[in-house]
C-alpha cells in the first residue's frame, strides 16, 4: 500500500504548469523583439504582422494535434514532446539568419503552445482531487502570467547586449524548456488516462498517493464506469447529448478573449499614447500590468474551490465590465485628466485576472467526460486561439478607424453578454469529482444513452 502524499500532487502539478510558463513566456516574447527583428530581417507592416502571428497559427495546428498523441501515447509523454518542440524553437529562432528559417522555428514553438494550451490544464485537472482541482488548475494560470511577466522582464534585461540582443531574448527561453522536460521525467501520468488503456492497477497507485487508499478505491470505480458509457469518437463530440458542454466550453474561450484582454495587455503602450500619457517604457508596463496580472491571479487561486467558479466569474465579469464602461466614456469624452486611464486598464485586468483567465482553464478541463475530453477541449481550445487570432489583427484597426471609445464600447458588450451567459447557462463545478460531474452535466440529462 502506497502511503497519501501532499508533496506528490502539488509536484506533478507544478511541474505540468511549466507548460504554462512556456505558453506564457513564448506568446509575449515577441513584442520586446519586433523593433529588432524587423531591422534584421528588413520586414514591412505586412511582413511584420506575419511573423508576429506566425505563433498563433502553429498554435491552432498544435492543439489540433494535441488531442491523439494525448490518447494514445498519454498526458504526460505528449507533454515531453512540447517540451521538446519549445526547446528545439527557442534556440532554432535565436540562431535563424533568414525570415523563413525564423518563421518555422516560431510556428514549431506555436505548436507547442498549442499542446500545452490544452494538456497542461487536462493533465492537472486529470490528476486532482475535487476539493482542490480549481485551485491547482488555476496553478496553470498563474505559470502563464508569470511567464508573460518573466518574458517582459528578459526582454528588458537584455535589450542593451548589442546586435543579437533579439537572439538571446528567444535563446533563454530555451532553460525553462529543459527543465520542463526533465522534470516530467518524475511525474506520474493520469489516472484518468491509465484506466483507459486498463492499466487500472498503476491508476489505483497514483490514486492512492493523491487521495489515500478509501478515496483511491471509489475513484477507480467511478472512472471505469464513465470511460464504460463513451466510446471517444468526434461523432460523440458532436453529438446532441454533448453540444451543450460543448457550447459552454466553446463560448467560455470565446469570451475570455472577445472581451479584449489580450488587445489590452499588448497594445496598453499604443492606447497609452493616444491619451497623450506617452509610457513606453518596457518596465513600467511590466511592474504595473504584468504584476496587477499575477497578484489577482492569487485572489482567484484562493477562491476558487471555496466561492465557486460562478460567483468569481459574475464578480469578475462586473469588474470589468464597469473599467471598460469607464474607458468608453473617457475615450468619447476626451477626459484622460490624472492616472484616469491608467487606473480603469489596472481594475480591468485585476478583474480579469481573479475570474475569467483562471476560471476559463478551469471550466474547459473539467466539464467534458473523460473518454471525449481531449477532442472536445481540444474543439474549445481552437475556438480560444482563433478568437484570439482574429481580435489581435482587429484591433489596431478598429482603435484607428473607430477611436479607443468604440473599441471599448465592443469589449463591453461582449462582457455584459457574457454576464448574462455565465448567470443563465454555467452551472457550478466546484467540489464534484470529474465522473460526478459527467453524471450531473450530461448523462442525467440523457439516461437513455447511459449503459448503467
Ligand atoms: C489567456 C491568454 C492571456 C492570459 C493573460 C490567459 O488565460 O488565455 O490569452 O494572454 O490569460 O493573463
Same mark, same amino acid.
Given at each position: 500500500?502506497?502511503?497519501?502524499?501532499?508533496?506528490?500532487?502539488?509536484?506533478?502539478?507544478?511541474?505540468?504548469?511549466?507548460?504554462?510558463?512556456?505558453?506564457?513566456?513564448? /506568446?509575449?516574447?515577441?513584442?520586446?523583439?519586433?523593433?529588432?527583428?524587423?531591422?534584421?530581417?528588413?520586414?514591412?507592416?505586412?511582413?511584420?504582422?506575419?511573423?508576429?502571428?506566425?505563433?498563433?497559427?502553429?498554435?491552432?495546428?498544435?492543439?489540433?494535434?494535441?488531442?491523439?498523441?494525448?490518447?494514445?501515447?498519454?498526458?504526460?509523454? /505528449?507533454?515531453?514532446?512540447?517540451?521538446?518542440?519549445?526547446?528545439?524553437?527557442?534556440?532554432?529562432?535565436?540562431?535563424?539568419?533568414?525570415?523563413?528559417?525564423?518563421?518555422?522555428?516560431?510556428?514549431?514553438?506555436?505548436?507547442?503552445?498549442?499542446?500545452?494550451?490544452?494538456?497542461?490544464?487536462?493533465?492537472?485537472?486529470?490528476?486532482?482531487?475535487?476539493?482542490?482541482?480549481?485551485?491547482?488548475?488555476?496553478?496553470?494560470?498563474?505559470?502563464?502570467?508569470?511567464?508573460?511577466?518573466?518574458?517582459?522582464?528578459?526582454?528588458?534585461?537584455?535589450?542593451?547586449?548589442?546586435?543579437?540582443?533579439?537572439?538571446?531574448?528567444?535563446?533563454?527561453?530555451?532553460? @525553462?524548456?529543459?527543465?520542463?522536460?526533465?522534470?516530467?521525467?518524475?511525474?506520474?501520468?493520469?489516472?484518468?488516462?491509465?484506466?483507459?488503456?486498463?492499466?487500472?492497477?498503476?491508476?489505483?497507485?497514483?490514486?492512492?498517493?493523491?487521495?489515500?487508499?478509501?478515496?483511491?478505491?471509489?475513484?477507480?470505480?467511478?472512472?471505469?464506469?464513465?470511460?464504460?458509457?463513451?466510446?471517444?469518437?468526434?461523432?460523440?463530440?458532436?453529438?446532441?447529448?454533448?453540444?451543450?458542454?460543448?457550447?459552454?466550453?466553446?463560448?467560455?474561450?470565446?469570451?475570455?478573449?472577445?472581451?479584449?484582454?489580450?488587445?489590452?495587455?499588448?497594445?496598453? @503602450?499604443?492606447?497609452?499614447?493616444?491619451?497623450?500619457?506617452?509610457?513606453?517604457?518596457?518596465?513600467?508596463?511590466?511592474?504595473?500590468?504584468?504584476?496587477?496580472?499575477?497578484?489577482?491571479?492569487?485572489?482567484?487561486?484562493?477562491?476558487?474551490?471555496?466561492?465557486?467558479?460562478?460567483?468569481?466569474?459574475?464578480?469578475?465579469?462586473?469588474?470589468?465590465?464597469?473599467?471598460?464602461?469607464?474607458?468608453?466614456?473617457?475615450?468619447?469624452?476626451?477626459?484622460?485628466?490624472?492616472?484616469?486611464?491608467? /487606473?480603469?486598464?489596472?481594475?480591468?485586468?485585476?478583474?480579469?485576472?481573479?475570474?475569467?483567465? @483562471?476560471? /476559463?482553464?478551469?471550466?474547459?478541463?473539467?466539464?467534458? @467526460?473523460?473518454?471525449?475530453?481531449?477532442?472536445?477541449?481540444?474543439?474549445?481550445?481552437?475556438?480560444?486561439?482563433?478568437?484570439?487570432?482574429?481580435?489581435?489583427?482587429?484591433?489596431?484597426?478598429?482603435?484607428?478607424?473607430?477611436?479607443?471609445?468604440?473599441?471599448?464600447?465592443?469589449?463591453?458588450?461582449?462582457?455584459? #453578454? #457574457?454576464?448574462?451567459?455565465?448567470?443563465?447557462?454555467?452551472?457550478?463545478?466546484?467540489?464534484?469529482?470529474?465522473?460526478?460531474?459527467?453524471?450531473?452535466?450530461?448523462?442525467?440529462?440523457?439516461?437513455?444513452?447511459?449503459?448503467?
Amino acid at each position: 500500500m502506497k502511503k497519501k502524499n501532499p508533496y506528490y500532487l502539488m509536484l506533478a502539478a507544478a511541474v505540468a504548469a511549466l507548460g504554462g510558463l512556456l505558453f506564457g513566456f513564448d /506568446t509575449a516574447v515577441i513584442s520586446g523583439t519586433i523593433p529588432f527583428i524587423q531591422l534584421y530581417f528588413n520586414l514591412n507592416d505586412i511582413s511584420l504582422g506575419w511573423t508576429v502571428s506566425s505563433l498563433l497559427a502553429g498554435c491552432i495546428l498544435g492543439v489540433l494535434s494535441a488531442g491523439k498523441p494525448g490518447d494514445v501515447f498519454g498526458r504526460k509523454k /505528449t507533454l515531453m514532446i512540447a517540451g521538446a518542440l519549445f526547446f528545439i524553437s527557442a534556440i532554432g529562432s535565436a540562431l535563424s539568419t533568414t525570415h523563413l528559417v525564423f518563421i518555422v522555428f516560431r510556428v514549431l514553438g506555436g505548436f507547442a503552445v498549442g499542446i500545452a494550451s490544452m494538456l497542461s490544464p487536462m493533465y492537472i485537472s486529470e490528476i486532482s482531487p475535487a476539493s482542490r482541482r480549481g485551485q491547482l488548475v488555476s496553478l496553470n494560470q498563474m505559470a502563464i502570467v508569470v511567464g508573460i511577466l518573466l518574458a517582459f522582464f528578459s526582454n528588458y534585461w537584455l535589450s542593451d547586449t548589442g546586435e543579437n540582443n533579439w537572439r538571446w531574448m528567444f535563446a533563454v527561453m530555451g532553460m @525553462p524548456a529543459f527543465l520542463f522536460l526533465v522534470a516530467l521525467l518524475f511525474v506520474p501520468e493520469s489516472p484518468r488516462w491509465l484506466v483507459q488503456k486498463d492499466r487500472n492497477a498503476d491508476a489505483f497507485h497514483v490514486l492512492e498517493r493523491i487521495n489515500g487508499e478509501s478515496i483511491a478505491k471509489k475513484e477507480l470505480t467511478d472512472i471505469r464506469d464513465s470511460i464504460l458509457s463513451e466510446k471517444g469518437t468526434y461523432k460523440e463530440v458532436f453529438s446532441t447529448r454533448m453540444r451543450p458542454v460543448l457550447w459552454l466550453g466553446v463560448l467560455l474561450a470565446v469570451f475570455s478573449q472577445i472581451t479584449g484582454i489580450n488587445s489590452i495587455m499588448y497594445y496598453a @503602450p499604443v492606447i497609452f499614447q493616444k491619451t497623450g500619457i506617452g509610457t513606453n517604457s518596457a518596465l513600467f508596463q511590466t511592474v504595473t500590468i504584468g504584476g496587477v496580472n499575477f497578484l489577482f491571479t492569487l485572489v482567484a487561486i484562493a477562491w476558487v474551490d471555496k466561492l465557486g467558479r460562478k460567483p468569481l466569474l459574475i464578480g469578475g465579469t462586473i469588474g470589468m465590465a464597469i473599467s471598460l464602461t469607464a474607458l468608453t466614456f473617457a475615450f468619447y469624452m476626451q477626459k484622460f485628466g490624472g492616472f484616469i486611464i491608467l /487606473t480603469f486598464i489596472l481594475i480591468y485586468i485585476a478583474s480579469f485576472a481573479a475570474s475569467l483567465g @483562471p476560471v /476559463t482553464w478551469v471550466a474547459i478541463s473539467e466539464i467534458f @467526460p473523460n473518454k471525449l475530453r481531449s477532442k472536445a477541449m481540444s474543439v474549445a481550445i481552437v475556438s480560444l486561439w482563433l478568437t484570439n487570432f482574429i481580435v489581435i489583427l482587429t484591433f489596431p484597426v478598429i482603435l484607428n478607424r473607430l477611436g479607443g471609445g468604440s473599441a471599448f464600447l465592443i469589449f463591453d458588450i461582449m462582457c455584459i #453578454l #457574457l454576464i448574462l451567459f455565465v448567470f443563465l447557462k454555467v452551472p457550478e463545478t466546484k467540489g464534484k469529482s470529474l465522473e460526478e460531474l459527467e453524471k450531473i452535466l450530461i448523462r442525467s440529462k440523457h439516461p437513455a444513452a447511459d449503459p448503467e
